[in-house]
């Protein structure tokens, strides 16, 4: 009998051992935690199931949206700037307060400075790295950061953390859609608004009067 019961108990821990192995290496292959496909991107996340948080992500008040850009300006600019500006068109059109926060880089890619406008559209001002670092650290603001287009990216994500989002591309092709399905995923209505805002744009440029419902 006790013969019979060492057995079932090494079958048990057999079970638990392949299950545990399993488990970390499903963690160890994505390096994360959670790691999910939602609507077409890739969420990764130790902080909290991505599943619920991207939403809660959205519930916070103020915003910093920080691109990266080059000192010299690379033809992949033009599509952070544009992920830059789909985010800030869907957190304002759910009220929000956005602050564009640039962060530039020099020749070697690392960060040289930074371009804020404090909230302020119609401002821009040239800050230090080291002030632009100590407010991207702040954990009173939840931040967006757009990274340039690596190529050793593997496939476009996004990276959640406690009060900041980090969008990652291979290429600059993705970015705009990457950055469009990340909005989604935290706002229902993204699409929504977008639509909107490319309506007054295009009414602005043929002459019309834009109306907002």
């Known amino acids: 009998m006790e013969k019979k019961n060492f057995l079932y108990l090494a079958a048990g821990l057999a079970v638990i051992a392949v299950v ?10 994505s390096g994360f935690a959670y790691n999910y496909t939602i609507n077409g991107l890739i969420v990764n996340s130790d902080f909290a199931d991505p599943k619920t948080a991207m939403g809660e992500f959205g519930n916070a008040d103020s915003f910093i949206i920080s691109p990266e850009m080059h000192e010299t300006v ?3 600019d033009h599509s ?3 992920a830059a500006n789909t985010f800030s068109v869907v957190l304002t059109g759910n009220k929000k307060d956005v602050i564009m926060l640039v962060r530039v880089l020099g020749p070697d890619n690392s960060l040289s400075y930074c371009m804020t406008n404090s909230g302020d559209v119609t401002t821009a001002e040239k800050i230090s790295k080291e002030i632009c670092l100590e407010q991207l ?14 190529s050793s990216v593997p496939v476009a994500s ?9 969008l990652k591309t291979s290429n600059s092709s993705q970015t705009g859609n990457a950055a469009f399905l990340a909005a989604a995923i935290i706002y229902s209505n993204a699409e929504e608004i977008i639509r909107k805002s490319n309506d007054i744009v295009g009414n602005a440029l043929s002459g019309g009067l834009p109306t907002v419902n």
Not at 138 to 146: E, M, W, Y
Not at 158 to 166: A, D, I, Q, S, W
């Open 20 to 29: 545990a192995w399993g488990a970390v290496f499903a963690v160890s292959k």
């Open 74 to 76: 690379s033809s992949s």
């Open 80 to 82: 952070v700037f544009s």
């Open 137 to 150: 650290a702040s954990g009173n603001k939840a931040r967006i950061l757009i990274e340039s287009p690596n």
């Open 158 to 166: 996004v990276v959640l953390e406690k009060n900041k989002l980090t």
